[in-house]
């Protein structure tokens, strides 16, 4: 199994990124999947979910509003729309996929598959 994140780069404040996740070896319609993001000397935290069975999706309060995670299972990718971004949202960007958890989780608990990450810069 591997998953492959993309799409990062540099933006400016109240700009747009969309970030993808493809994965080779998994069904992402059969997996909860999620982005997470970890900023330098930060611990990796929880951005967004999309569940496998009817796509109900959660996000961490700092995003809500201005991501959204959407999965394309025609193929078989899952995509996360970034906009009004803000210098904050700077970090590195995971893709992660797994079973067994919650709607609700925030948690890396679970998340057994791990794309390698796309930088996202927030900068003027």
């Known amino acids: 199994v591997q998953l492959q994140a993309s799409g990062g780069g540099l933006a400016q404040p109240g700009g747009s990124l969309r970030l993808s996740c493809a994965a080779s070896?998994?069904?992402?319609?059969?997996?909860?999947t999620g982005w997470f993001r970890q900023a330098p000397g930060k611990e990796r935290g929880f951005v967004a979910t999309?569940?496998?069975?009817?796509?109900?999706?959660y996000y961490a309060d700092s995003v809500k509003g201005r991501f959204t995670i959407s999965r394309d299972n025609a193929k078989n990718t899952v995509h996360l729309q970034m906009n009004g971004l803000k210098p904050e949202d700077t970090a590195v960007y995971y893709c992660?996929?797994?079973?067994?958890?919650?709607?609700?989780?925030?948690?890396?608990?679970?998340?057994?598959?791990w794309g390698q990450g796309t930088l996202v810069t927030v900068s003027s």
């Open positions: 992660a996929s797994g079973r067994g958890i919650t709607s609700t989780s925030t948690t890396l608990q679970g998340y057994n598959y």
């Open positions: 999309i569940r496998w069975h009817g796509g109900t999706t």
């Open positions: 070896g998994l069904t992402f319609s059969s997996y909860t």
